[in-house]
């Protein structure tokens, strides 16, 4: 079983490296608004890069960008009161709105289909 003992080390390093995170909802949190946070940042240093993109499918673009960070606002301020269920509901969000992104981006043959999957 030597796989197993691989997936049970990474699953404790993962619990190590949210430091003093002992709970789920320590975890869900932290993780969703690294995703949130990450996202919002690649997105918004790929809009000025993408210069087949037309002005409205920028403001697209942006309005994505704006969700996820309006997503990581709410996690900052509010995880320790949110319900367990709306970290599911976030989820689904965030798969929305890398959904849109990239469905705008994707007019034109483009690389962003691969960071999707």
Request: with cysteine; glycine share 6%; hydrophobic share 50%.
């Amino acid at each position: 079983m030597p796989h197993a003992r691989s997936i049970k080390w990474r699953i404790d390093a993962l619990r190590l490296s949210l430091g003093e995170a002992r709970d789920e909802r320590t975890a869900m949190a932290a993780t969703l608004f690294v995703m949130f946070g990450s996202g919002t940042v690649l997105g918004a240093l790929g809009i000025p890069l993408a210069s087949y993109l037309s002005p409205t499918e920028r403001l697209e673009e942006a309005a994505a960008c704006a969700t996820g960070l309006a997503a990581c606002v709410l996690i900052f301020f509010t995880w320790r009161r949110l319900p367990p269920w709306s970290f599911q509901l976030l989820l689904a969000v965030g798969t929305i709105v890398v959904s849109v992104g990239t469905l705008v981006a994707s007019v034109r043959p483009t690389t962003t289909e691969m960071f999707y999957i």
